[in-house]
């Protein structure tokens, strides 16, 4: 698994962005996909998941009804579509994978073994 995320950039409070995570590597069974953040000083925060085949996904609180994450696993990709933005959503933003079978999504770090670079969300007030 070779993650690849893109899609940051700089929005006003109010208005979207849409991520993407692109896996350039091969995987045979497919894999379970994360997105974190991370602000300075603080570690990674789970934001939302999904199962490897799209049909299962877990979201954060602070981002439920505001964030949506899909997958097209005919492109290899994971997205997560972001509204509604605030100030505080600014923050690094990372893609993870899990390629060992699970029918759980798992929201703390060290359950991913895969990660892609990080790319800057930033939302100005």
């Known amino acids: 698994v070779q993650l690849q995320a893109s899609g940051g950039g700089l929005v006003q409070a109010g208005g979207s962005l849409s991520l993407s995570c692109a896996n350039s590597?091969?995987?045979?069974?497919?894999?379970?996909a994360g997105w974190f953040r991370q602000v300075p000083g603080k570690g990674r925060e789970f934001i939302a998941g999904?199962?490897?085949?799209?049909?299962?996904?877990s979201y954060a609180n602070s981002v439920k009804g505001r964030f949506t994450i899909s997958r097209d696993n005919a492109k290899n990709t994971v997205n997560l579509q972001m509204n509604s933005l605030k100030p505080e959503d600014t923050a690094v933003y990372y893609c993870?994978?899990?390629?060992?079978?699970?029918?759980?999504?798992?929201?703390?770090?060290?359950?991913?073994?895969?990660w892609g670079q990080g790319t800057q969300v930033t939302v100005s007030s």
């Open positions: 993870a994978a899990k390629t060992a079978y699970s029918t759980v999504i798992g929201t703390t770090q060290n359950w991913y073994a895969y």
């Open positions: 590597g091969r995987t045979s069974s497919g894999f379970t």
């Open positions: 999904i199962t490897r085949s799209g049909g299962s996904t």
